[in-house]
């Protein structure tokens, strides 16, 4: 036959000692708790007389543990960590998805997209891996990629266009010259450095030698420094259109540079979460306005 229980205290007794251990003041207690001070005091007094041992020293503004209540307070919150992680391990856990862009496209165009897709699919958690790396759809763990490129990107993976690859020049609405005059605001250059070949194709002559600039390894940051009044940059048209849109930018001029590659969505054509995956694809692609 199995032993019978040992009879233990009540759970909002124990609850209400818990938080009171914690806080040292019974107010701070019922409000974490939601109850009133004199509940959390009711509750302490009836489970120092069940255990026949005081808890508390009550002192005017002061409240202390005993040496037993100290001791008590660590099994009691060990205990309640124990109910806490097993509660938890019943819970389904959110299905986690990795997305893989560079960095100015996660700063710029996915992530202050992200939050309407969170908030309408609480049950998919969605990991950003920004990095100019190109990711490994294996070793990385990588279920969708943001990628410029021309396909076929390679074996066994599915690519949809995103985004033309137009490049624009911005600046802060203030400062827009004309395009005669675009020199004599500094050039803003990021890590692709597009700026002499721009002068070429989009103005049609040749970028002069004495023009000052300043040089960033992110294209992101260039959008930045150009939204604070710093220069002229040059960028993906889909990057800023928001700010573009919310007149933090103006075009510099209104000729515009094709770009060699294109933006595309790609994935495996048999995902690990395939409906996951299919979800997370198609927002994406809704996302191209």
């Given at each position: 036959?199995?032993?019978?229980?040992?009879?233990?205290?009540?759970?909002?007794?124990?609850?209400?000692?818990?938080?009171?251990?914690?806080?040292?003041?019974?107010?701070?207690?019922?409000d974490e708790l939601g109850v009133t001070q004199g509940a959390v005091a009711q509750h302490i007094r009836g489970l120092e007389s069940e255990l026949r041992l005081?808890?508390?020293?009550?002192?005017?503004?002061?409240?202390?543990?005993?040496?037993?209540?100290?001791?008590?307070?660590t099994h009691v919150a060990r205990a309640f960590a124990l109910l806490a992680e097993a509660?938890?391990?019943?819970?389904?856990?959110?299905?986690?998805?990795?997305?893989?862009?560079?960095?100015?496209?996660?700063?710029?165009?996915?992530?202050?997209?992200?939050p309407d897709f969170t908030a309408a699919h609480p049950?998919?958690?969605?990991?950003?891996?920004?990095?100019?790396?190109?990711?490994?759809?294996?070793?990385?763990?990588?279920?969708?990629?943001i990628?410029?490129?021309?396909?076929?990107f390679g074996p066994g993976l599915t690519a949809d266009p995103l985004f033309e690859h137009e490049?624009?020049?911005?600046?802060?609405?203030?400062?827009?010259?004309?395009?005669?005059?675009?020199?004599?605001?500094?050039?803003?250059?990021?890590?692709?450095?597009?700026?002499?070949?721009?002068?070429?194709?989009?103005l049609g002559r040749s970028m002069p030698l004495a023009i000052r600039s300043t040089r960033f390894n992110q294209t992101a940051l260039a959008i930045d420094a150009a939204i604070t009044g710093q220069g002229v940059a040059l960028a993906s048209r889909f990057l800023v259109e928001p700010d573009l849109a919310a007149g933090r930018l103006a075009l510099a001029t209104t000729a515009s540079m094709r770009g060699g590659l294109d933006f595309y969505?790609?994935?495996a054509r048999k995902p690990r979460h395939d409906e996951q995956t299919a979800l997370v694809r198609t927002w994406l692609l809704s996302q191209r306005g």
């Open positions: 036959m199995t032993e019978p229980q040992q009879r233990l205290p009540s759970l909002n007794a124990l609850r209400a000692f818990e938080a009171a251990a914690r806080h040292l003041n019974f107010r701070a207690a019922a005081k808890l508390f020293e009550r002192q005017p503004r002061l409240l202390a543990l005993t040496s037993a209540g100290r001791s008590y307070a509660t938890d391990t019943l819970r389904p856990q959110p299905l986690r998805l990795t997305i893989s862009a560079t960095p100015s496209i996660a700063a710029k165009w996915l992530v202050p997209r992200l049950q998919l958690e969605l990991n950003i891996l920004a990095s100019d790396a190109l990711a490994n759809f294996q070793s990385d763990g990588v279920d969708i990629a990628r410029q490129g021309r396909p076929p490049i624009v020049a911005v600046c802060q609405p203030a400062i827009c010259p004309s395009a005669d005059e675009l020199a004599r605001l500094p050039l803003l250059r990021d890590g692709h450095d597009l700026w002499p070949e721009f002068f070429e194709r989009a969505v790609v994935s």
